[in-house]
């Protein structure tokens, strides 16, 4: 990983980020275009620098991995230097992670609108009222989430194949009559604008560099993420172990999730609270520790599929052998393996002020600990009891599920 530079008062910038679009050097300000031109050294993709052509300086095109250049960039402190990016450089861009190493005073940056900025543009959307986000480089089930009757998105595409793959995720999920418009190439003289519904999805030959925009429109029955907690069991894929949607519901409210947090979800099971804690914010992250691996592909699959993968670190072992090795917790639910010695207690050491402690129990030895639990340190203790309404003969009777016992806890 490379060093970031020390701040040191008084220094003079140095770096220019330039963002080019597909108008190349005819798009750029004098003032973006007098940094490209003073600099001594250009970065950037091969695009990018065909595209500011001519350069009179040294050009170095991005390597693989580009933070493989990062080092040489950082060589270059005081001697003027320049990053050509698309667009907008802070905006899904390469802005923010230079920013990280180079000093803001050191930066000087002048973007040009982003994709999103240019899609609404062109299609008339208002971009406060529609989604922004990105494929490149991600997994496509990262959108599910956003999927949302009536919604509007913009998505940074990978490749010329995104559309079409999004096109069949949306009509296997009974989003088929949404709309899909690829724009190619916005602000050059090959800029293209299609259209095609998701389930007749046909556009071909669609070019690399791609936005897609999505008016989602649902059938009845089409499979939306709800945006309430206390996911309906069927959507998880399980096995028996499965913290279930009215106790799930109730253990969410209690764990309080707040953005950018990470919890630690142990003795997982199918990972249920482990993904609708992230589903409650998209900067959240969740450790889900269970010891059976079987279990633990389980959550991975599940955690696609609701499309918080990339957010939900599954760890298969026990949780007192794990602890030791997880990133620091703002919350932690213990839902399996409550009885085991000193679990409890470590938990509780491993939360910061205000970090949050919940534990389930349904077995009278892990209701014994957090009877111990609550008679030591405190917090809030409760019983939870849910009944389903049953067939019984040609009547209909209640069916209790086992009674839950629950103790919630904030560290002070």
Same mark, same amino acid.
């Given at each position: 990983? @490379?060093?970031?530079?020390?701040?040191?008062?008084?220094?003079?910038?140095?770096? &220019?980020?330039?963002?080019?679009?597909?108008?190349?050097? &005819?798009?750029?300000?004098?003032?973006?275009?007098?940094?490209?031109?003073?600099?001594? *050294?250009?970065?950037?993709?091969?695009?990018?620098?065909?595209?500011?052509?001519?350069?009179?300086?040294?050009?170095?095109?991005?390597?693989?991995?580009?933070?493989?250049?990062?080092?040489?960039?950082?060589?270059?402190?005081?001697?003027? @230097?320049?990053? /050509?990016?698309?667009?907008?450089?802070?905006?899904?861009?390469?802005?923010?992670?230079?920013?990280?190493?180079?000093?803001?005073?050191?930066?000087? &940056?002048?973007?040009?609108?982003?994709?999103?900025?240019?899609?609404?543009?062109?299609?008339?959307?208002? /971009?406060?009222?529609?989604?922004?986000?990105?494929?490149?480089?991600?997994? /496509?089930?990262?959108?599910?989430?956003?999927?949302?009757?009536?919604?509007?998105?913009?998505?940074?595409?990978?490749?010329?194949? @995104?559309?079409?793959?999004?096109?069949?995720?949306?009509? +296997?999920?009974?989003?088929?009559?949404?709309?899909?418009?690829?724009?190619?190439?916005?602000?050059?003289?090959?800029?293209?604008?299609?259209?095609?519904?998701?389930?007749?999805?046909? #556009?071909?030959?669609?070019?690399?560099?791609?936005?897609?925009?999505?008016?989602? +429109?649902?059938?009845?029955?089409?499979?939306?993420?709800?945006?309430?907690?206390?996911?309906?069991?069927?959507?998880?894929?399980?096995?028996?172990?499965?913290?279930?949607?009215?106790?799930?519901? *109730? @253990?969410?409210?209690? #764990?309080?999730?707040?953005?950018?947090?990470?919890?630690?979800?142990?003795?997982?099971?199918?990972?249920?609270?482990?993904?609708?804690?992230?589903?409650?914010?998209?900067?959240?992250?969740?450790?889900?520790?269970?010891?059976?691996?079987?279990?633990?592909?389980?959550?991975?699959?599940?955690?696609?599929? #609701?499309?918080?993968?990339?957010?939900?670190?599954?760890?298969?072992?026990?949780?007192?052998?794990?602890?030791?090795?997880?990133?620091?917790?703002?919350? *932690?639910?213990?839902?399996?393996?409550?009885?085991?010695?000193?679990?409890?207690?470590?938990?509780?050491?491993?939360?910061?002020?205000?970090?949050?402690?919940?534990?389930?129990?349904?077995?009278?030895?892990?209701?014994?600990?957090? #009877?111990?639990?609550?008679? +030591?340190?405190?917090? &809030?203790?409760?019983?939870?009891?849910?009944?389903?309404?049953?067939?019984?003969?040609?009547?209909?009777?209640?069916?209790?599920?086992?009674?839950?016992?629950?103790? *919630?806890?904030?560290?002070?």
């Amino acid at each position: 990983m @490379t060093a970031p530079l020390s701040p040191e008062p008084g220094r003079l910038p140095w770096l &220019a980020i330039v963002g080019i679009g597909e108008d190349g050097r &005819a798009g750029l300000s004098p003032a973006a275009a007098a940094a490209l031109d003073t600099a001594e *050294v250009v970065y950037g993709g091969r695009r990018h620098l065909a595209l500011a052509a001519p350069l009179g300086s040294e050009t170095r095109p991005w390597p693989s991995p580009i933070d493989a250049a990062y080092p040489g960039i950082l060589a270059l402190r005081g001697r003027p @230097t320049c990053i /050509l990016a698309t667009g907008d450089p802070f905006h899904y861009g390469i802005g923010a992670e230079i920013a990280r190493l180079v000093p803001a005073p050191e930066i000087r &940056a002048f973007p040009q609108p982003s994709a999103f900025s240019l899609a609404a543009a062109r299609l008339g959307w208002s /971009l406060p009222e529609t989604a922004c986000l990105t494929l490149h480089g991600r997994d /496509l089930f990262g959108i599910v989430p956003q999927l949302q009757p009536g919604a509007r998105l913009l998505a940074l595409s990978w490749d010329g194949a @995104t559309p079409t793959a999004l096109a069949t995720l949306l009509a +296997e999920r009974g989003l088929g009559a949404s709309r899909l418009t690829v724009l190619e190439a916005m602000g050059g003289p090959h800029e293209r604008v299609r259209a095609a519904r998701a389930d007749g999805f046909d #556009l071909a030959e669609i070019a690399s560099l791609n936005t897609i925009a999505v008016e989602v +429109e649902a059938a009845p029955g089409a499979r939306i993420v709800p945006l309430s907690p206390g996911l309906d069991d069927g959507w998880f894929e399980n096995d028996g172990q499965l913290t279930k949607a009215e106790i799930r519901a *109730v @253990t969410l409210a209690a #764990l309080g999730p707040r953005a950018g947090e990470t919890l630690w979800d142990l003795g997982a099971g199918a990972g249920s609270v482990s993904i609708e804690w992230c589903l409650r914010h998209p900067a959240n992250r969740a450790v889900a520790v269970e010891r059976r691996p079987d279990r633990a592909e389980r959550i991975g699959r599940n955690a696609r599929a #609701l499309g918080v993968g990339a957010r939900v670190q599954v760890v298969v072992g026990t949780s007192s052998a794990a602890l030791s090795a997880l990133p620091s917790p703002r919350a *932690v639910f213990v839902g399996g393996g409550v009885a085991e010695p000193g679990l409890l207690a470590a938990c509780r050491d491993a939360l910061p002020r205000d970090g949050r402690c919940v534990a389930n129990a349904v077995t009278l030895e892990g209701e014994a600990a957090l #009877l111990a639990a609550f008679a +030591e340190t405190g917090g &809030a203790l409760r019983r939870l009891s849910v009944a389903q309404a049953v067939p019984v003969g040609g009547l209909t009777g209640w069916r209790p599920a086992m009674p839950i016992t629950q103790w *919630v806890w904030t560290k002070s």
